[in-house]
């Protein structure tokens, strides 16, 4: 038996982590939550997910900023995480990439898009 894959969703819109944790939970992953970055970096310690989906625009401390702590922190740098964000303008994309993030979704989030990256960045096929 394959060992369940550990996706923390770091977002601060409690609506978005509901849902992303429904269509998640349907196709047999666990979710856990944080909704601020504090909160992230106690969760990276405890819980050690395989993915991480990151909000960018969140109060306090932002995605960009997050990831960026995040892959400093030591045995999590090749933990991949996944921009979840509103922010569609040119260059976003590569601002996200270039703060240290994996993969790149645009909100509102295309579950379809979600699944396969997720998939892609796990090697596992659903």
Known sequence: MREKSIILYVEDNR???ILVRRVLEAEGYVMDEAS????AMKKIHSVRPSLILMDINMPDVDGYALTARIKAEPGFASVPIIAVTAN???GDRERSLEAGCDGYIQKPIDIDILSQQIERFLGRSL
């Open 36 to 39: 601020n970055a504090e909160d």
């Open 88 to 90: 569609v303008m040119r």
């Open 15 to 17: 609506e978005n982590r």
